[in-house]
């Protein structure tokens, strides 16, 4: 696996999420994102940005909201973030486990 | 032998033996029902799959064909007669009075959209667009005469009930009927 040098490692939960979304930088991003063998593009940038602000914002997030968001529709966000998106992105964009149902 | 009071015998603890972990992989969710509560919740579990990321196909049949026939699909009813977990103070004669059915699926379809979950129609392009496979059983369609253009368009096919199983093939995959 290509791992990037010198992005030091943040403590994260049993399941990969970040403990504290403060800590949170786009190296690390980076290299998280190449575990679930995704290289970042813009789109995926932007959507990580949209999720952290929404974050901050105390949204509980959905992935119909992403699809609202007018960044990716429910199509294109399961093919960015392969393998359960909602919270592939959310690990990547360093925010505590989506909690939602749907 | 020593005089001290013998320990107190414990059983061992058990050895620790690394678990093979076997996620599901793939859910094959049978709806047969056409009432709202039984409609969501596969859609519900089926959509649940598909975020986890385990695959998801869904085959309707009998009543459960309401919920991917164009026209009724965002009309299902909850049942308020012989469903006693429903109001279980109303009487069934109070229950059954025309439009009180209609009235009770409307409110509870207006305390689903307070917490966001979208009409069946939605919810199917969802699961469509998240690549959950949607099916009809050929059978019940031919009993209630029902054709491909009768139901959404996001159903892939009518297929009978080896077309069905064939559907499940795979290790990990689970069969849920509701």
Redesign the interface.
């Known amino acids: 696996m290509e791992t990037l040098v010198n992005v030091p490692a943040l403590a994260t939960t049993e399941e990969g999420y970040l403990k504290n979304h403060k800590e949170w930088n786009e190296d690390w991003a980076r290299e998280t994102a190449v575990q679930y063998g995704i290289d970042l593009t813009d789109k995926h940038w932007a959507l990580l940005r949209w999720l952290r602000q929404k974050n901050e914002e105390g949204v509980a997030l959905?992935?119909?909201k992403v699809?609202n968001s007018g960044l990716a529709?429910?199509?294109q966000f399961?093919q960015l973030f392969?393998?359960?998106?909602?919270?592939v992105s959310s690990k990547i964009a360093g925010i505590p486990k989506p909690v939602s149902?749907? | 032998m020593n005089d001290t009071l013998e320990m107190p015998r414990t059983a061992p603890a058990p050895k620790l033996v690394a678990k093979e972990s076997k996620p599901v992989k793939k859910v094959l969710i049978i709806c047969s029902k056409g009432k709202l509560e039984d409609v969501y919740a596969a859609l519900i579990m089926a959509n649940g799959a598909l975020m986890e990321g385990i695959e998801a196909k869904m085959f309707f049949t009998f009543f459960g064909l309401e919920a991917i026939t164009r026209k009724h699909a965002d009309r299902l009813h909850t049942a308020t007669v012989g469903n006693p977990a429903f109001m279980p103070d109303m009487p069934t004669v109070v229950a059954g009075l025309p439009g009180f059915e209609a009235f009770a699926s409307y409110m509870m379809k207006k305390e689903m959209d307070k917490l966001e979950i979208p009409r069946v129609t939605e919810f199917i392009e969802m699961i469509d667009a998240a690549g959950g496979e949607i099916y009809a059983c050929k059978l019940a369609a031919d009993m209630f005469h029902l054709g491909m253009d009768d139901f959404l368009p996001e159903v892939k096919d009518i297929i009978t009930v080896g077309d069905m199983y064939a559907l499940a093939e795979g290790e990990g995959t689970q069969i849920i009927f509701i």
Request: proline residues 12%; charged residues 25%.
């Open positions: 959905t992935i119909r699809a529709d429910i199509k399961y392969p393998g359960g998106p909602l919270k149902c749907i």
